[in-house]
Every structure is written in structure tokens, then in C-alpha cells.
């Protein structure tokens, strides 16, 4: 009989593993964008994403099949770099997208003055992102960025759902005054 549990368990371990193995891949990239948009540094990034990951990996055997599993790594996710935002005193960090422009720009044969100015478009709302306070930057990137809802919002910051509403009208205020700044305007 114990050796009957043993080969469950091992059974039921290996098993596990391969489901993680198989989120991990699918999700390596999304949590990575996440990160990245958060924090605004790929270096720091790659380390929380790889640490949300951990984290997750060691608490598997507590994931709820019925919650999504999108809502609940980037939950980890998020806190995770709310708490390198806290430990680092960096809320206001530099944006880096050398890599992001990279990656746009490999694919493209000959880019047309409407693909440039699309991506100097998006190149200054990621600075005026990287510009909000994390208070800001946070509920923003999983509202925009990541499509969360307000209730996930809500729940991954541990706040009320009228907050997470509040906090996103300040944080397009915000997003609105920078971006004007940034091109000269009023």
C-alpha cells in the first residue's frame, strides 16, 4: 500500500511538471511583456519573470483549475514587481526600447512613414508610461496592456474595484499631461 501512494504521488508530481513545463512555455513571453512594462527594464524583467515563475512553480499544488491561469501568474507577477518597485525606490524608471523596436522593426521589409510614425507613437507613450509612479503605471498596464478587468485588477492589487477605477482615471490624467508635454503641446 505504500508503495502504491509513492507511485501516485510520483505519478501525480510528474504530471504536474509537465503541466507547468507546458503553461510556462505558453506563457513565458506575456508574463515577460508584463514585467518589462512595469518595471521598464528588460534586465529587471527577465529576473522577475523568472522569479513570478518560481514562485508560481512552488506554489502549483495551491492553483485553482477554475480561476484563469493568465489572472493568477500575473497576479504573482505583478506583486512581485511592485515589491522590486518598493525594495529598489525606482517608481520612476527609464524606459528602455531598444528591444521592443528590435523586434517590431526585424520583421518589417521597408518600413513606410505610417509604420514610423506608428512606432514613434508607441515609443512615446511607453516613455510617458515609464514616467507615471507604479501607484499609476501598475492598474494602467494590466487595464491597457494586459486587458485585465477591473475586478482582476482589483484582486491581484488587493484593493476595491471603485479604486482600481479611480486609480485609472488619475493615471490617464496623468498619461495625458506627459504625452502633451512630450510633444510641446499645452
Known sequence: MASYNRLNVRKSTVARNAAFEILYREYYVRVLGLCRRLLNSNELAEDATQEAFMRAYKSFRKYRSEQPFWQWIAAIASNHCIDVLRQQNRANLVVDDEATEVEQLAGAQAPVLSDLIS????????????????????????????????????????????????????????????????????
Do not use: M, W
Open 119 to 186: 512606432l514613434q507613437e508607441a515609443e512615446s507613450l511607453n516613455r510617458a508610461v515609464g514616467k507615471l509612479s507604479a501607484k499609476y503605471r501598475v492598474p494602467l498596464v494590466l487595464a491597457y496592456f494586459n486587458q485585465c478587468s477591473y475586478d482582476e485588477i482589483a484582486t491581484q492589487l488587493q484593493i476595491s474595484r471603485n479604486h482600481v477605477g479611480v486609480l485609472l482615471l488619475r493615471a490617464k490624467q496623468r498619461l495625458r499631461v506627459e504625452l502633451e508635454a512630450a510633444e510641446g503641446g499645452p
